[in-house]
């Protein structure tokens, strides 16, 4: 079988979410005829993602072709066509943080001889100016296909005068459970009393996510036994202020265990999930957490909406309001069969909804037409 070739690059400037999806596309899409070649950011604060990536099997590489930066150099763009030309891909997607469209590098692409580029934004941020909208209007005339991971996004987009015939809804997905630990066995391993009240969160740990809104919303629940254990996984440039805000509101009720390389303990552990973000994509966090039947306290923004459906599978509440998010925890926290009830229902629909399968198929036929159009304009 003749594999089409597939430049993907990451604009990412650590392990969060965009870049664990792209690594389940990079292992999954060859098994469809795709030869893909993942290329990220040569830069200081992204350089331990190629070791991580090829933990998880897939080959990856750091070139400073790619940046993390919203606009690249001239140095860069050279370096980004000569990447390009040199790959012989007939498709190149690029992965952004932020719903930017990366218009110059859209250029580089092209100047390379790339005439296929797909643009897969993963967060939905409201437009900075008329300006910013315009560049966007004016990128995605350089775009082949453009995929996005929620409504809101897809809605930003239009919204913006993109056509949307260039817009492809593909929720993210996550593998399947295979030999989770137990609740002892996680509890064990984290050194977490079996009787303590857990509240799960793995996150970067930077502004957008909140963490600070959390640590102060578990703060103002009541806890006369000291019950609750709020377990935070991730790492980031805001670990230390972090650190220090727990240790002095919370005090020895909060656990900051760092970067996780598999995060079933932390899901397996916990009671319940929270994510304070400020601004997100589609969360995949909250779609692992399903998949141990965990009800979700997360914040309205974003896709969040895609991944909790609110007062059924968990509670939705306004973003920086420790005290809506505070609540909504103590009612998860003193009612048990309404947890029960919430997280049974997440599972269920994790099942039927969050898998990876109906997400690698999606990207392969997006891929498979930019891919035959290519070889046509050839």
């Known amino acids: 079988m003749k594999m089409t070739r597939v430049l993907m690059l990451i604009k990412a400037s650590g392990i969060g979410g965009t870049v664990k ?23 200081l604060e992204s350089q331990e993602i190629v070791p991580w990536l090829q933990r998880q099997g897939v080959k990856a590489e750091a070139s400073s072709a790619v940046t993390s930066a919203p606009v690249p150099s001239l140095r860069t763009m050279i370096r980004l066509a000569r990447l390009v030309r040199l790959s012989e891909a007939k498709v190149v997607n690029i992965h952004t943080e932020g719903s930017s469209f990366a218009p110059l590098e859209l250029l580089a692409v092209r100047a390379g001889g790339c005439k296929r580029c797909i643009v897969s934004p993963h967060k939905a941020y409201r437009a900075r100016n ?22 809101v996004l897809r809605d930003l987009l239009i919204g913006a005068g993109i056509p949307e015939r260039k817009i492809h809804l593909i929720p993210g997905g996550v593998q399947a459970l295979i030999r989770p630990p137990s609740r002892a066995q996680a509890r064990e391993h984290l050194g977490i009393a079996l009787d303590a009240f857990v509240i799960g969160c793995l996150a970067r740990l930077h502004k957008d996510k909140g963490i600070d809104v959390l640590i102060d919303a578990v703060a103002r629940i009541p806890d006369p036994r000291r019950a609750i254990c709020l377990v935070i996984a991730g790492d980031g440039a805001e670990r230390a202020a972090l650190e220090a805000a727990g240790n002095e509101l919370l005090s020895g009720r909060v656990r900051f265990l760092g970067f996780v390389e598999d995060p079933a303990a932390v899901y397996a552990a916990a ?108």
Do not use: H, W
């Open 130 to 151: 008329f300006g910013y909208e315009l560049g966007k209007r004016v990128a995605s005339r350089f775009c082949g296909a453009i995929i996005v991971g929620n409504r």
């Open 21 to 43: 999806l792209v690594a389940r596309l990079a292992c999954q899409l060859p098994a469809c005829g795709f030869d893909v070649r993942l290329v990220v950011p040569d830069a």
């Open 271 to 378: 009671d319940m999930f929270a994510l304070a973000s400020r601004r997100e994509g589609t969360p995949l966090v909250l779609k692992e957490a399903a998949r141990f039947a965990l009800p979700c306290v997360a914040t309205d923004v974003g896709g969040t909406r895609d991944a909790i459906t609110d007062g059924e599978t968990g509670f939705l509440v306004p973003p920086d309001n420790p005290a809506a998010l505070a609540a909504s925890i103590l009612r998860l926290m003193n009612d048990e069969p309404l947890r029960l009830r919430l997280g049974n229902n997440v599972r269920l629909r994790a099942d039927a909804e969050f898998g990876e399968g109906p997400m690698i198929r999606a990207y392969a036929d997006v891929l498979d037409s930019q891919g035959r159009k290519a070889a046509r304009s050839c």
